[in-house]
């Protein structure tokens, strides 16, 4: 009896020691997920720019106020009036796979998912 609970104890601490590390890895990978493609604008200077699969819930603060904004990603995004994704500044969705032109009010910033 002795003998099979000390094989199940060292069995059963790198189990454990192995499902930690899974469930670490597991809850990082979520938290860091990238929208998939490019988010792109061209600002107010004429000048392009574009992110390769950008972080979800980061916000991307423009150089200038941007005169369109391409979200060619697999994620939604949200563009704001201001150059820190500020709530008070939301302008307007932008959807996975669609682009933008502004004439009026631009916006400063963007930040696709959550």
């Known amino acids: 009896m002795d003998t099979l609970r000390r094989a199940l104890q060292r069995t059963a601490r790198p189990v454990a020691a192995f499902g ?5 890895v597991a809850g990082l990978s979520a938290q860091a997920q990238a929208a998939n493609g490019t988010l792109s604008y061209r600002d107010s200077n ?12 980061v916000c991307y603060s423009f150089t200038a106020e941007a005169v369109s904004v391409a979200d060619f990603t697999d994620t939604d995004g949200r563009l704001f009036t201001g150059s820190l994704c500020e709530e008070s500044t939301f302008l ?4 996975a796979g669609t682009s933008l032109v502004f004439g009026g009010t631009k916006p400063r910033s963007a930040k696709l998912g959550g």
Do not use: C
């Open 92 to 95: 307007i969705n932008i959807h």
């Open 46 to 57: 004429g000048i392009d720019h574009a992110k390769d699969n950008p972080t979800d819930g």
């Open 20 to 24: 930690a590390a899974l469930a670490l």
